[in-house]
């Protein structure tokens, strides 16, 4: 399977993005995913998780409230909402097949004035 993101970019706090994934090479509609970022010189840490039924997800602290996880199946695409981004949310964001060891290759988030 693979999983490609886009969406990253350079903003200001305050503002809003929204990351894809698209997933190919396995089924999608019953995989669950998640979300990951990655700061400088930081582990790797969760950010958000969608099962296969859609209205089912779960949150990080520092992401509740400000971000959203959604997805369109029949796009096989895992979306992540962003809003109100603040300057430690900066980092790579990944997509995760949970349960596997499929990753993305990450997109670049930066927040500064």
């Known amino acids: 399977g693979q999983l490609v993101e886009s969406g990253g970019g350079s903003v200001q706090p305050g503002d809003s993005l929204r990351l894809s994934c698209v997933a190919a090479g396995f089924p999608f509609s019953g995989a669950a995913f998640s979300w990951y970022r990655q700061a400088p010189g930081k582990e790797r840490e969760h950010v958000a998780t969608?099962?296969?039924?859609?209205?089912?997800?779960e949150y990080s602290d520092s992401a509740k409230g400000r971000f959203t996880i959604s997805r369109d199946n029949r796009k096989s695409t895992v979306y992540l909402q962003m809003t109100d981004l603040k300057p430690e949310d900066t980092g790579v964001y990944y997509c995760?097949?949970?349960?596997?060891?499929?990753w993305g290759q990450g997109t670049q988030v930066t927040v500064t004035e």
């Open positions: 995760h097949r949970m349960n596997y060891e499929t």
């Open positions: 969608i099962y296969s039924t859609e209205t089912l997800t």
